[in-house]
Structure formats: structure tokens, C-alpha cells
């Protein structure tokens, strides 16, 4: 992280701006309205800005710049907004010199600190920082959210500043105050702030605050979640949602560390790991760690690659809880063969060359792919093979020897849906020798079947990814 955000509190803080043109104009309305102590020093002034200086705390210094003037005041931090180039990085040096924070108009690499693009709705403040390489850029990000943020949040913000001394008083339980204000925030309360009807929020509030169970609301509960494989797009609302309520997570090696980033930040993150033969953590300490956590009363987040009910043991999980009668809510995710055949451009179905598509395990037993092969060389169907990399000759070798034509169109997708995806195209009885010639990263799905013909035509998605 180039620029750490943190809100400052600047309330006649004493600063100092180098400049007093249309540059210093800009910076000077947000100081004002925080109410800074301003200093600006400069040969002349802006019209602008010795009217703004008769009504606000702004200090006007009619001289030439020079590094003594950093010693008149203790000034927290300094604004060079000359358009003069080397003024603006001599002011710099000398702040540096004296330890003073210093931002220089336009020129990122010699600020110490930078000015976000800024969405206000009452007390909440969101900021925006492209870490200086596009204060444009920043500002679309803003005009984005102004349309997803909408104007009554200032007010929301305000009923639940009012009510947060009240609610932390009536609550025993620590927890109970985030989880109470949880509940508010995602239901009906919410709701009636957002469509304006204040009294009636503030109404509801009260019921609420009067009548909440603690001990109902601190049961613990899992979410078995999942995350798809790969791209975070591919995440749904409600994994998202449950994502960012949780205060624990458990979380598998075939979840992207893009979607990690993307659980509740002060939740507690556990790597469960599962590399083929390497379990970090066995399966029944799992099961144990998900009763534990959720026995403490807390929302375990139990996130799983793809979907956790396609060859993701999550209905062992569920399993176990259901017999500790704890609660949970399961949540689909895409599973890698979706999503690595929709960003292959590889339908698993298709009117003219396959009317089923069948999802089998490469997973080798003590060596061995005990499979009913027979069963699986139909014609018009599509067999996807989850884990099959190291099977790979097997399954090329079982399926020829029961019937499929040797020609079958087949390609093994490697890290699908991520920006590291790659396909290999071959057919059934080259594969096995492309594989052993390009040694293809894990994880990968292998599709068979006549609708790998249509990649060539569908293929829509490119990345980088080098063999
Ligand atoms: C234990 S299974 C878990 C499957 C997961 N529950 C799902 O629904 O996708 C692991 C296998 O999923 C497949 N897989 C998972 N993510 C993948 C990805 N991004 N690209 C290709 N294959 C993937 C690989 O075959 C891998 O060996």
C-alpha cells in the first residue's frame, strides 16, 4: 500500500500553503470546511481567496517563500501549490528537512501524503485514492459510488451515533452490541431509513433495543460458502454478505487470495490448506474446529473453492453439524466446471454434440481410478473430470480401451477463470504426451467431448498465462 488512509481530525490544526492561485484554490475549500488553522503565503492572491479569508480562519502572508517560514509555526503539515516546479520541490526538501508532512500539487512521487477523492453523506466519509496515478480515475470511482451510496446514509449514520450509547448500556454480553447493530443495519431498520421514514426507523429502533434476546442472537452458526473458482466476480451477493459478517474463516487452498482479501477484516483467517497428499488439516479436525468455533457462539465462515457440494466434502461438514445441532446456511458457488467452461468458450452442453454432461473424480485410491468406464463413453455426452491431472494417462487409456474414438476432441483448463488460465487442445490419445511435454499447473478440469470442437469459435476470454 503506497498512501495508508487514515481520517484526520483538523480541527485548528495549524497548516501552512505555499501559493496563492487558482492551485491553492483547489485544496482550500475541504480545509476550510474542517476547519484547519491556514496559513498562505504568496506574492498575490486570488480574489477567491481573500474573500474566503474574511469570514474563515485563513491567515494571508503577503512574501516570497523561504525555509525560515517553516519555523514560525508548528505546523503539522504543508501544501506546495505554486506553479512553479522547483519552488514546489525546494518547499518539499525543506519540509522533509524539518519533518514536516508535505504534498506538492501534481506531483505524487515527492508527496508524503495525497488527497483522496471524497464522498460525504453526514459523519460518513468515504475516500477514494488511486495512490496518485489518476486523480481522474479516483474521481469516476467516486461519481460511482455517490449512485450506490445514497443521501440518507448521512442520516442513518446520525440515528445510529444517537443510539450507540444506549444500545452498548442495555446490552450484557460484549458481542451482542455488533451483532444487535448487524441486525439492524441488514433488515427493516435499514430499510425504513433508506426510504425516508425517519420517525418510524426511530420507532422500530426502540422496539428493538427493548426486545433483543442475547442469547438467541450470540448462538453460534456456520456458513458453508462457496467461492467459486477463481475470478471474485464470480462470487454471489449472498457469499459476499456472509463473507463479511464473519468473525472466523476457515478457508481452503483452492480459494483465490483475491476472494481471502475479501472477508470481514478483523475476522480471524485459518488456512486449512488440502495440497493432493499434503492435508495441512485433516478433515475430522475441520469438522472439530467448526463445532468448536460455532460452540463459542461465533459466525464461522467455512468458505470452500467452487461450489462445496461438487466433490468438496462439504456435505461431510454439514454432517457433523447437523448432529451437534448447530446451525448453518450452505451457499452454492460456481463450480470449476462452469466456470472453467464458460471462460474456455467450451459449453458443456450443446443441441448438436452433447445432450449430458457428466462430473467424475480423477482422484486416484491407492493408485487406482475405480470407475465404471463403461458407463462413461456414451455418445453426446461431455465428461468433465475434476482432479485429474495425475490420472490423466488412466483416464485417456480406460476410456479409449471401452469405446470412445481415440479422436475425441478433449482439453485439459488449467487455473480457470483466474488471470493465469490456460487451455490445452488436443484430442484423447495425444493428451497424455502434451501433458508430459508441458507439464500444466494444477488446478486443472478436463473436459472431453465433441463440444471442445467449438472453443475455437467461442473463446472469449485471453489472459497472459505462459505455459
Ligand atoms: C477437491 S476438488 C474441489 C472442487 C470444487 N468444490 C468445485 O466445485 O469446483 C478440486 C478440483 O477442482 C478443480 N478446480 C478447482 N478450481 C479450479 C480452477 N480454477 N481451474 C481448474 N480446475 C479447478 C480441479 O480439478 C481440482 O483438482
Redesign the pocket.
Known sequence: MKYFPFFLQLNKLPCLIIGGGSVAERKLDLLVKANADITIVSIEFTDYILELSKTNNIKCVTKEYSQKLLEEKRYKFVIAATNNVTLNEQVAKDCDNHNILINVVDQPNICDFIFPSILERGDITVAVSTGGASPVLARMLRTKLETMVPSNYGKLAAIVSANRIKVRDKMKKFSSNKIFWEQMLNGKFFELVLSGRNEEAELFLDEQIENFNEDIANQGEVYLV?AG??DPDLLTFKALRLMQQADIALYDR?VHPSIVDLIRRDATKIYVGKERDNHVVRQEEINHLLVKYAKEGKKVLRL?????F???RGGEEIETLAEEKISFQVVP?I???S??SAYSGIPLTHRDYAQSCIFVTGHLKEGKLDLDWEKLVQPNQTIV?????VSINIICNELINNGMDKETPCAL??????NTQKEYISVLKDMPALVEAKRPK????FIIGGVVSLRDKLKWYTTNAEG
Not at 470452500?304 to 462445496?308: A, E, I, Q, S, Y
Not at 473430470?385 to 491431472?389: C, D, E, I, N, T
Not at 494444477?442 to 478440469?445: E, G, R, S, V
Open positions: 462457496g473458482p477463481g483452492l470452500k473453492g467452487g461450489d462445496p461438487i466433490f468438496g458457488g463450480t470449476s466446471a466456470g472453467c473430470f475434476y482432479m485429474g491431472l483448463v488449467q487455473q480457470g477463470t483466474t494444477a488446478p486443472t478440469i
